[in-house]
């Protein structure tokens, strides 16, 4: 249910107070007992609000100390690329995992501009960090480094986040998040014998160094984008970095490039007060959610589309995007999604490896399978969480990876490995070269596509359940469900788990020739997701909807 104030501005009673968060991060401490309480990491890392003990110094330091020992075990003994976005939680987490990582002796690289440092960038700096000099990735041997990201992503100003990365530089797999998670809350209870050298001390140590993280990324980029048919062509670029991680970036990539970008709203406020409320009531900085980005699309039909041809943007860590076109607002991420496959597989990338298929999610839109059938690509589809992508991206199996809560990633020109996480900066400047290089924006092609493979309609639906309710889930069957058919078409296929990999989705997918629904348990609330689409129409979407209700409460009954 959409919220009344979804689509107004912040008022001042939607605010963070910023002192109350930061000063709670310190003051409370969490019970191991109370399992809200707990380190959990869902499919990016650990997540949680200091004002409900759930992301507090004592959770970060458990999380630090546990990282140190892992990489220690795994025999990483290369540096450790340190990122952080700009919610109010971040700086001081940051600040706690350095006390901690350089009491265990680790080598961490922070930004040299002292600024902050978006997911993607992270992950491309392990990889080039770690990569051979023949140009293959390395996965053994000295020097390896790894990563932390500190950022809740789009998640409200109350939230902090802090998340591994390994060797690979994407997400860490769940048996190694599990690992970590063990050990931080064997050491949550008894957290202040935990090691740890005093900041002042520590960022003046040895063990800490200046990266030029926003130059690194900035001056590979090349490799990833077409940047002469973008400059070319003139394409006027509007980028919204919603007081984001990757505000410092776009003006050295306008520079460097010799682009015509233009930053829309370069202000970082840990509040968020310039946002416009999202669909839940509450802040978030979702790119591609048409709620909380309608305070932009409103300023941009007032006027501003004057100075751009389309406009992108991203979340607070920049691991999502959000595309937004003239006459047409927000685009739906699967859309895009469907308009990038045909573009980058349809000749676009010569380089990439023969065969290489699309990856996606499966709770993103059918509306990718037919635009993939119609070019012959292949379609490898895994359950939610980027972290699926990681291992098939590097083999080549896939040259890109994308979900419907607006995450993607592809591989550079060349066909080697770019980024293991998502990264929202390059699907944005992607928006750009395929304007540049079709004269059409991606809002145009999507149009193109309905028309050659149909309309498709797609929800999002968050159903409060229970801690309890939520374990079952990952125990569900297809013979849980009893309905054979679903708005009226026979159930086609009763997923429980991602037919591209055979790895357990932790829920289920029921599936109809036109017609689908998956439900899934959230990994950081106390929530079950609906994803729900239709070929048909609007009205058959809200009927799949209601009963996809019934069958879930049925199964897990």
């Not at 922070?110 to 051979?132: G, K, Y």
């Not at 740890?196 to 990324?217: N, T």
């Not at 590097?394 to 993607?408: I, K, R």
């Not at 079952?472 to 849980?480: C, R, S, V």
Request: charged share 25%; with cysteine.
């Amino acid at each position: 249910m959409v919220a009344k104030n979804a689509g107004l501005p912040a008022t001042p009673a939607d605010l963070i107070n910023v002192d109350e968060v930061i000063s709670k991060y310190y003051d409370l401490v969490p019970d191991p007992s109370v399992p809200e309480q707990r380190v959990v990491f869902g499919t990016s890392g650990h997540r949680g609000s200091s004002l409900k003990t759930s992301f507090n110094e004592a959770h970060i330091v458990a999380i630090s100390q546990a990282i140190a020992e892992y990489r220690k075990k795994a025999g990483v003994t290369g540096p450790l690329y340190l990122g952080a976005d700009t919610h109010a939680l971040s700086a001081p987490a940051k600040k706690t995992a350095i006390e901690v990582l350089v009491a265990n002796g680790v080598h961490v690289r922070i930004d040299s501009r002292d600024d902050f440092v978006p997911t993607p960038v992270v992950s491309q700096a392990i990889l080039t960090h770690n990569r051979a000099a023949d140009g293959t990735q390395r996965f053994t041997g000295d020097g390896l480094a790894d990563g932390i990201v500190v950022t809740p992503s789009h998640n409200p100003p109350t939230d902090g986040g802090f998340k591994y990365d390994p060797v690979t530089g994407g997400p860490a797999p769940a048996d190694v998040t599990n690992a970590i998670a063990a050990r931080a809350n064997e050491l949550l209870g008894d957290y202040k014998n935990v090691k740890r050298v005093p900041y002042e001390e520590a960022i003046k140590s040895e063990f800490v160094e200046g990266f030029d993280f926003r130059d690194h990324y900035v001056s590979d980029l090349g490799n990833v984008i077409d940047f002469d048919a973008i400059r070319s062509s003139g394409v006027r670029l509007g980028i919204d970095p919603l007081g984001g991680a990757s505000v410092n970036y776009w003006p050295l990539i306008n520079e460097k490039y010799d682009l015509n970008i233009g930053v829309v709203r370069p202000e970082v406020d840990p509040t968020w007060r310039f946002m416009t409320i999202d669909h839940d009531g509450k802040i978030r900085m979702d790119p591609s959610s048409p709620y909380a980005m309608k305070g932009l699309v409103d300023e941009l039909n007032a006027g501003a589309w004057s100075k751009y041809d389309l406009v992108g943007g991203t979340d607070p860590d920049a691991d999502r995007h959000g595309i937004v076109c003239p006459d047409w607002g927000v685009m739906n991420p699967n859309h895009y999604i469907a308009v990038c496959v045909e573009y980058l597989f349809g000749g676009n990338r010569p380089g990439w490896p023969k065969g290489a298929a699309v990856g996606k999610t499966l709770v993103s839109s059918s509306l990718i399978d037919r635009v993939a059938a119609s070019i012959n690509a292949k379609v490898i589809e895994v359950p939610v969480g980027f972290k699926w992508f990681v291992d098939p991206l590097f083999s080549g199996e896939v040259a890109f990876g994308g979900e419907e809560s607006s995450g993607m990633s592809f591989l550079r020109k060349d066909g080697r490995i770019w980024t293991t996480d998502k990264d929202g900066l390059i699907p944005d400047l992607l928006a750009a070269e395929i304007t540049a290089k079709t004269g059409k924006n991606p809002a145009q092609l999507h149009q193109s596509q309905v028309e050659r493979f149909g309309e498709s309609w797609y929800k999002r639906v968050d159903t409060p359940t229970t801690f309890e309710q939520k374990q079952k889930f990952a125990k569900l069957t297809g013979d849980d469900v009893t309905a054979t058919q679903l708005a009226g078409e026979d159930i086609t296929a009763k997923l429980t788990e991602a037919p591209g990999n055979h790895a357990k989705i932790g829920g289920l997918k029921v599936t109809t020739k036109d017609n689908w629904f998956a439900a899934r348990p959230s990994g950081t609330e106390n929530i079950y997701k609906v994803y729900a689409e239709s070929f048909e129409s609007p009205e058959a979407l809200d009927k799949v909807l209601k009963e996809a209700e019934e069958v879930v409460d049925k199964a897990l009954a």
